[in-house]
């Protein structure tokens, strides 16, 4: 079975940008979770789509967005760019089975460099 | 409001030493907890979890970790290290089922020839 898979691995975009990372989940799998790894402010939770609804949001700025298709894929977006939000992006899918641990499973991430 | 610490940002051990990595987590309900490592330039990998039973679980590759309720900590051991090992460790609690970790800074181990 084919893993987490994010597109693009690397990205560079410049201050006011906006930018859309995609994350396509282990088939079968329908929760899709995004995080935020910098060296700084370390992992952090940015939210969590289900059934192409957002269950969950972490403590993060309107520019942050997603979304999540019918066939779980999932996309993020930032809008108006800023240096601080170079980061690792990474995303994390897990089967949702209610009311039983369910495995997180991770991607490679995406590296977003904003100049 | 949960949080994770993990003291040490970077651990240097000699190959074949034991290796322990500490993590204390705060919470005002009943978590679970979960040790990721993350090799350079990949995601994150589970290595292990507690979910609930036996406060001591082990992983398949000699990493095991003991969860100690009174002390809040869960602290992850290896009897001997390899240089395969060296990785970033992060220490993680979660409220529900594994969703919507809060991670602790990280733990960089390195280990030496």
């Known amino acids: 079975k084919a893993g987490v898979t994010q597109t693009p691995r690397y990205l560079i975009k410049t201050r006011g940008q906006q930018v859309t990372l995609s994350c396509s989940p282990i088939s079968g799998h329908r929760s899709v979770s995004w995080y935020q790894q910098t060296p700084g402010q370390g992992l952090q939770f940015l939210f969590e789509?289900?059934?192409?609804?957002?269950?969950n949001k972490g403590n993060f700025p309107g520019r942050f967005s997603g979304r999540q298709f019918s066939n779980s894929r999932s996309e993020m977006n930032v809008s108006t760019l800023e240096l601080g939000d170079s980061a690792l992006y990474l995303c994390?899918?897990?089967?949702?089975?209610?009311?039983?641990?369910?495995?997180?499973?991770f991607g490679p991430g995406t590296r977003l460099t904003v100049l | 409001a949960q949080s994770v610490t993990q003291l040490d940002s970077q651990v240097p051990v000699f190959e074949e030493a034991p290796v322990e990595l500490r993590c204390n987590y705060s919470?005002?309900?009943?978590?679970?907890l979960f040790w990721y490592v993350q090799y350079p330039n990949q995601g994150l990998q589970l290595l292990l979890k507690?979910?609930?039973?036996?406060?001591l679980v082990e992983s398949i590759n000699g990493f095991e970790a003991e969860f100690n309720k009174s002390q809040t900590s869960f602290h992850l051991r290896k009897p001997s290290v390899h240089i395969s090992d060296t990785a970033e460790y992060f220490c993680a609690v979660s409220e529900g089922y594994g969703q919507n970790f809060v991670f602790g800074p990280g733990t960089r181990l390195s280990v030496l020839p």
């Open positions: 919470s005002s309900v009943s978590v679970y």
């Open positions: 994390a899918s897990s089967l949702q089975i209610a009311e039983k641990y369910n495995e997180q499973f």
């Open positions: 789509y289900f059934s192409e609804t957002q269950r």
């Open positions: 507690y979910l609930s039973g036996s406060t």
